[in-house]
Every structure is written in C-alpha cells, then in structure tokens.
C-alpha cells in the first residue's frame, strides 16, 4: 500500500517503469493478462484508484481531476522517475489530466480505448455502447469484471461516469507534450476509429495503432499486441535514450 493505493506488481529496478491505471468500476486486476507479458521486461505497477479494487473508498465519488492528484501522490512515493502511464478507459482521461497538470511525473502516455467520445455525450449513450462492448469482450474477461462492478456498486460508478462526461479530454490532448500512443481494438464500440484517429491528431507527439478483433479491454485480450504496441515509447524510457524535443 502506498498512499492509500493497493496495487499489483512486477517489479524489474532499473528497467523503464509502466503504470497501469484502470478504467470505470474495475481495478488493477483486469491488466492481470498485460502484467504476465510485461513480466522481466519493465518495472511495472498497476494501482486501484482511490474507491476501486481494494482500495478505500472515500466518502464521495472522486471526479477526474481528484483521480489524478491520487495517481500523482502515488507515482511521488514510488520515486520511479517518470513512468509510462497507460490508461485504459476513464483511466485514459486520469492520465492525460495528469501529464497536463504535472508534466514532471510522465515520460508517455499510452491510451487504450481513450474516453469519452463526443459523439456520446450522454450517459444512456454511454451504457449502451457499454452493454455492446460486454458482448465483444473475451468471455474470461466477463466474472473478474462483474465482481469489480459489484465490489464498487451502481452508485460510485454512476457518479464517477457522471465526472467522466464532464471531463473535456478533447481540451487537454493537445496540452500534452510527452510521446503518446493510441491504442485502439478494431471492434471497439466505446471508443470507435473515427474518435481515437480525432484523439490522436490532437497530440501533439502522438501516434495511433489499431489491434485487430479487439473490443475495449485490448490489454486484456490482446496483450501482446498491446505491449508490442508500447516498445517504441518503452525504448524511449531506456537509459541514454535521448528524449524528444518540447
């Protein structure tokens, strides 16, 4: 536990650090499959936010911008330079407005199925396009997910999803000044091509890769897809790789 943060691990010091950072209503547990491949090839973390997996709930629902002063407290303590973040989902939206508001903490992003489209700008939008998804996902993907929905309960997820509808992350894209990668599953109905190709033209350095027969957990299904996806910006985290120009 650091910061109130439990989280799952495969540490490798010295090796270029990952931090995983989970989507709505789940927890580090759905990068079980990621965590496996990364495995003696990084120094990687993956924290349940504040409210999620096991770690404490508090009183309110925290909304985005309180999500990503969690994950920077966290990232300050484990002291591990300045990691890649992944983000999965509203996770996607927890590490972009972290890379803004404190740019210092990040060396890439990685955005997997990124959050929220504007073209759904409604939450019963949203839930349908979520109750799709559920059926395209990888059917072992489907238990871990409901025990994470049922541990949190409709309430939190409701009024976190409410603060990810208010969150313009279309605004902070191009505020972003680290490499950045999309990753985007072909059968995604949350986050569609048309959105991740807009997402990624916004960034500033950033760069799409689209996994084919992936829905919106491509790190769950795919991961070694996933993780080939990140070797560019892994290599950038090497020691004496030169980083890019501001």
């Known amino acids: 536990m650091r910061r109130g943060l439990a989280y799952r691990a495969s540490r490798l010091p010295g090796a270029p650090p990952i931090v995983l950072v989970h989507g709505l209503g789940v927890s580090s547990s759905y990068f079980r499959p990621l965590l496996r491949v990364l495995d003696g090839r990084a120094d990687v973390v993956a924290p349940d936010l504040p409210g999620f997996g096991y770690t404490p709930a508090p009183r309110e629902a925290l909304g985005i911008g309180a999500l990503a002063d969690a994950l920077a407290s966290f990232l300050e303590e484990l002291e591990l330079g300045r990691p890649l973040l992944l983000g999965n989902s509203l996770g996607c939206q927890v590490v972009v407005d ?49 025990a994470d929905y049922l541990r ?95």
Not at 154 to 159: M, Y
Request: hydrophobic content about 45%; proline content about 12%; some cysteine.
């Open 98 to 146: 972290t890379a803004v508001r404190r740019p210092e903490l990040v060396g890439a992003l990685a955005l997997v199925g990124p959050t929220i489209d504007p073209a759904a700008p409604r939450l019963l939008n949203q839930a349908a396009r979520l109750i799709v998804d559920g059926f395209r996902e990888h059917p072992l993907a489907v238990p871990g997910l409901v």
């Open 152 to 246: 949190v309960g409709p309430r939190r997820i409701v009024a976190t999803a409410r603060s990810a509808l208010r969150d313009r992350v279309e605004d902070k894209l191009p505020r972003v000044t680290v490499p950045a990668v999309v990753i985007h599953g072909s059968r995604d109905p949350l986050s569609p091509a048309r959105w991740c190709e807009h997402a990624t033209s916004l960034l500033p350095h950033g760069h799409m890769v689209t996994i084919r027969g992936a829905a919106h957990a491509a790190h769950w299904s795919h991961p070694r897809q996933t993780a080939a996806a990140l070797e560019p910006l892994v290599a950038r985290l090497r020691p004496g790789t030169p980083r890019p120009l501001r």
